[in-house]
């Protein structure tokens, strides 16, 4: 196995106290910005000042519920600046939030509202009617339901939110929690099976801020962060939250889908009314996202921003989306990895330090072990398993003993990613263990032909998997989404793939889509694309006329998207 020994990163940053809110340390860390602005929202502006008493107001008003310590507490709200409050506040009282995805079926929820036990809900008005369709058909605890700005008028049993805050007075002290002691969750989303509930200890976001938002991102207060990816991921939990309120930077919160047009709106400054208007120095997003704004016409120009820093997290990064993105604003693209089990980014490119097509180094702090199917060293250049140590593992999956033990593996942590070490020290992502194919008895790693297919002119996105041939052997097959008014032919994107990669490599069939099947953070799903594709295989295997389909697939047309 390959690993990086322990440095000093851990015992250089001071460990949080044995008692310790993360809440409390942060309205601390902010107690002399009274009058800044710490969240900027399509409405208006909320100070570092009014987000202290609106913490401690909620948490009065979770207390007067009658929710005792540790007792969840359902966050299903789109990102403004009522969702900083409701998390925070909750943690302050001492309940656990649970953030979840806003973009989930009421089967989703009622399943959530089940397993967790919440106790009560803070919904925005624009999610309500899918939540009251999952209390509807779940066997639940929830007391009361708190909405954030109503989109229509509540009924019996729900009460706004910033009444609800106004009608408490201020809890004088958090909760008497430990460094240790579970603070929230996250939802770990799967291609299979139910989503796990992760749970993250108070200590646990103190070290993401200390290692990797202060020591690599470098974050000051004088940064406006922008985060495309929302608040109830891990990812963006970090970006929009925790890393900036550790230093009294401020925050520009977006509601609505990350689409270019939206983002660009946000990075122009033109957001938040008389008040608002600062215009982010940190961008967050993922690669779907940086390829999908290259793309559109309504791309700004370099001076009409004030990035300073750019950070890609999600999937990891096509070299040649980084190389465009840097030629179009003069900034690069700072790629990682995190995970919702480390909770953020445990290996990253550098400000400063980027090496395009690679993750770059493990983030000080963390260690990071490449294990193969064989005991012993794996050598640089053959994908292995990632596995990670570090300090901000989350505590367990709740309620599912099996799983916790599969992937929290005596102080190490599986990532279920593939991964190949390079001769300088960086990581280069191999795919998921998941997806990984063998071809000709090699392994290929299906985002390397993507990678690769994304840098043809008129290839906007690609998606690789493996499919069965007429002797049962994997061979890969490319879906691609083409840029409106480009064209190209599969054979001209395979000679392309040819060009650049060893032969076997290459996608034997390319079939042209309008649109990838993408998670709700841009993350592509490929078991999706296995799923189209599962009815094709059985037709070929069992034709009409009874006898087996051979011989290759008919050239696809010349597509324009």
Known sequence: MNSIPQDDAVAEVAAPPARFNFAQ???????????????????GVLSYGELDHRVRRLATGLRSLGIKREERVLLLMQDSADWPVAFLGAIYAGAVPVAVNTLLTADDYAYMLEHS???AVLVSGAVLPALKAALTKSDHEVQKVVVSRPVAPLDFGEVDFSAFV?????????????????????YSSGSTGRPKGTVHSHANPYWTCELYGKRVLGLTDADVCFSAAKLFFAYGLGNALTFPLAVGATV???????????TFKRLLGKVGGEAGGARPTVFYGAPTGFAGMLANPALPARTQLALRLVSSAGEALPADIGERWKAQFGVDIVDGIGSTEMLHIFLSNLPGRVRYGTTGWPVPGYRIELRGEQPGPVPDGEPADLYIQGPSAAMMYWGNREKTRETFQGGWTKSGDKYIRNADGTYTYAGRSDDMLKVSGIYVSPFEVEATLVQHPAVLEAAVIGVPDAEGLTKTKAFVVLKAGSQATDAELKAFVKDKLAPYKYP??????????????????????????????????????????????????????
């Open 252 to 262: 520009v919160l977006m509601a609505e889908r990350p689409t270019p047009e939206a």
């Open 117 to 119: 036990r919440a106790q």
């Open 166 to 186: 106004d009608a408490h007075a201020a809890l004088p002290k958090p909760a008497a929690t430990g460094a240790d002691d579970p603070a929230f969750w996250l």
């Open 25 to 43: 340390h942060l309205l601390q860390a902010n107690a002399g910005r009274a009058e800044k602005a710490a969240f900027v929202d399509d409405v």
């Open 508 to 561: 034997r069939q390319i079939e042209f889509l309008a649109e990838l099947p993408k998670t709700a953070t841009g993350k592509i799903q490929r078991f999706k694309l296995r799923e189209m594709e599962a009815p094709k295989l059985a037709d070929a295997r069992f034709p009409p006329g009874g006898s087996s389909a051979s011989g290759p697939a008919e050239p696809a047309p010349r597509r324009e998207a």
